[in-house]
């Protein structure tokens, strides 16, 4: 099978740079250009593991972690961010949204790839 | 000549003055109490005489002996009453009436005008009553004197009393506890000392201009100074009164001053947090907004890598993605500026636990001297407490250590290049104060200049020419003190060099892990 990732990013460059890498990397990618629209994406077809940016329009990362992870507490969530939250990765577990892998803009692309392949092993 | 009883005048032969005494009995009633009274005159001033020789504090002595001599001159007409009645010298007998009669008007006039001043004499009983009043103010004044004692002894303010000399120097004649306090000068060592033997060169230098000015004056001067004291680095602020004579020379300098090291360094940390909150904010706005653009830059080029893989001729292929690399290696150097940026607040490094400062410390200065190993460079670590329990990320405050140890290096080289002799010691001290740990950096290189001592923790402000140092060592270092609730300062030694002191906040001992080996993450 093919692993789903839905990918929340509003920058539209970015967006479609990721979806070409993680396309070449043989993942099925959904895009959303906010939170609001990634959880609407998410009822629709729901993924398998979820890339998303913190600072975005209408619903921010957090509240979309927050919501996915209501429905299914075990969805591998990946954020990237140029914005470092106080805490890092560790401030994510106070609200509720769970553990994440953190990583900073511009992106280290390989070691986002390789933390993808640990989160969804290959079939 | 004697008294013969027996041939007392008879009746026939009467003396003229005694002619009204007929009988024999009232004769010798007059005879012998004459002669008692004036034998009892006589005694008198003799008593009286006593008196006024033992008692030299007389108010009129003159009178005792007018007195005596009123006395004596009555007591002489009454022994001559008596002589008359054997003799008959009546003209003697006159005569002494005569003198009598002068001293007793005499007395007689003199005693009425002197009334009202022996009047105004106080009396034994008023006097012992002023005397009582006199005891009591004096027990009040005592009291007094002992509160103000207390107040000069257990004041907080350092106070200390000058002497000027002939050749413009200054000796100490008074401290108090504080002062002693203040400096870690013990009392007998200053009391009555030339201040030039008490106070280093330098300090004298600076504090001479100061009493100077308020021997010039005459007028109160209030200044600031700092210096390393007997008990370390002190700030203090001083007001000094000059007393002056009743000729117009100042006589005395009285001084007081102020330990306000706390409020200072309380200061200059709300300053640079306000500065770098400020700064802060905007680098962290910068960071976020700089990130976006670069990281859609480095995957597109990513993207372009990919095609450049599958395109011909080969030729053309190697020189596009030596360009691409080019590119992203310049995105990933902008990349990482942005990320040390970002680090600058300091919280996305792990979670803060208590760890032992003095590991770190002594870690840290063991990977600068691997790392600076052949230059040459002096290193010692100056322990004066084992352990220091401190809250924060290790790695954190190791890599502040580190900037900071880094930056001494840069110094001591720095100097070293201009002076071929010039000393190359870096010493790192570590200690504790009331609630604190201090760790402090000295080197032997040029120093700060004075007028840079605050800029220098700002990000991206560097002495270094373009291209060395990034400008956000320091600032890394103070954001990690500020965040382990202490700070970060800078100064100048007297000897010359820099010292760096980052003060932490402790921790309690007993928070440290067991055997204290968590030193790095």
Redesign the interface.
């Known amino acids: 099978m093919t692993w789903r990732i839905l990918v929340a990013e509003d920058?539209g460059?970015?967006a479609m740079?990721?979806e070409?890498?993680l396309l070449?990397a043989g993942y099925e990618v959904v895009l959303a250009p906010d939170g609001q629209a990634a959880l609407e994406a998410a009822d629709r077809t729901p993924p398998d593991l979820l890339l998303t940016d913190l600072?975005m329009p209408r619903l921010d990362g957090s509240g979309l972690i927050r919501a996915l992870r209501a429905a299914r507490p075990g969805l591998p969530v990946v954020v990237?961010t140029?914005?470092?939250?106080?805490?890092?990765a560790?401030a994510f577990g106070r609200d509720g949204e769970g553990p994440v892998a953190l990583f900073?803009?511009?992106?280290d692309?390989d070691a986002v790839l390789a933390e993808l392949r640990k989160l969804l092993p290959g079939p | 000549m004697g008294v013969e009883i027996l041939t007392l005048p008879v009746r026939t032969s009467l003396a003229p003055g005694l002619c009204t005494l007929v009988d024999p009995d009232l004769i010798y009633l007059h005879l012998i109490s004459d002669v008692a009274i004036g034998l009892a005159y006589f005694s008198i001033p003799a008593a009286l005489l006593i008196f006024a020789r033992r008692r030299r504090d007389l108010a009129y002595p003159w009178v005792v002996l007018l007195f005596a001599a009123f006395i004596i001159a009555c007591g002489t007409t009454h022994l001559m009453h008596a002589w008359t009645m054997f003799r008959p010298d009546y003209e003697t007998e006159g005569l002494v009436k005569v003198v009598t009669a002068a001293i007793s008007v005499t007395t007689a006039i003199l005693l009425w005008p002197l009334l009202p001043r022996l009047l105004a004499l106080p009396s034994p009983q008023a006097l012992a009553r002023e005397v009582e009043e006199r005891r009591i103010a004096e027990a009040r004044a005592l009291a007094s004197e002992a509160r103000t004692a207390a107040f000069i002894e257990h004041l907080p303010e350092a106070l200390f009393v000058l002497r000027p000399g002939p050749r413009g120097d200054f000796t100490a004649e008074a401290v108090n506890p504080a002062f002693e306090r203040l400096y870690g000068i013990e009392d007998a060592s200053i009391r009555g000392h030339d201040m030039a033997e008490v106070l280093p060169p330098a300090l004298l230098a600076r504090l001479l201009p100061h009493w100077r000015q308020a021997m010039e004056t005459r007028r109160p001067v209030d200044y600031t100074t700092e210096a390393e004291t007997g008990i370390g680095w002190r700030v203090w602020q001083t007001i000094l009164v000059p007393m002056v004579g009743p000729d117009g020379q100042v006589e005395r300098l009285l001084g007081s001053a102020r330990d306000i090291t706390m409020t200072r360094r309380l200061q200059a940390d709300l300053l640079q947090s306000a500065r770098l909150a400020t700064i802060g904010t905007m680098c962290?706005g910068l960071?976020?907004?700089?990130?976006?653009p670069?990281?859609?830059?480095?995957?597109?080029t990513?993207?372009a890598r990919?095609v450049a893989d599958g395109m011909e001729p080969a030729e053309s292929a190697d020189r596009l993605r030596q360009s691409l690399g080019i590119i992203e290696g310049q995105?990933?150097r902008?990349?990482d500026l942005?990320?040390r940026i970002?680090a600058l607040?300091g919280?996305?490094?792990?979670?803060p636990q208590p760890f032992d400062a003095a590991a770190t410390a002594a870690s840290a200065l063991r990977l600068a001297m691997g790392q600076y190993a052949g230059e040459g460079i002096d290193f010692a670590l100056h322990s004066q407490a084992s352990t220091l329990p401190v809250q924060g990320v290790p790695a954190r405050l190791e890599q502040a250590l580190l900037q900071l140890l880094a930056n001494a290096r840069d110094a001591v080289l720095d100097r070293r290049e201009r002076e071929p002799d010039a000393p190359m010691q870096i010493v790192l001290t570590l200690r504790e104060e009331p609630g604190e740990a201090v760790l402090e950096v000295e080197d032997s290189g040029p120093g700060v200049p004075e007028g840079l001592r605050d800029a220098i923790f700002d990000p991206f402000f560097t002495t270094r020419e373009p291209g060395r140092g990034s400008g956000l060592g320091l600032p890394l270092a103070a954001a990690v003190a500020r965040g382990m609730g202490g700070g970060i300062e800078a100064r100048n030694r007297p000897e010359g060099g820099a010292l760096f002191s980052m003060r932490l906040a402790l921790a309690p001992m007993a928070s440290l892990p067991a055997g204290g080996a968590v030193t790095n993450q």
């Open positions: 920058e460059l970015a740079a990721l070409d890498e070449r600072r990237m140029g914005y470092a939250p106080a805490g890092g560790s900073p803009k511009p992106l692309m | 962290a960071a976020h907004e700089t990130s976006q670069l990281n859609a830059a480095m995957l597109w990513r993207n990919a995105l990933r902008a990349g942005v990320g970002r607040p919280e996305d490094e792990g979670t």
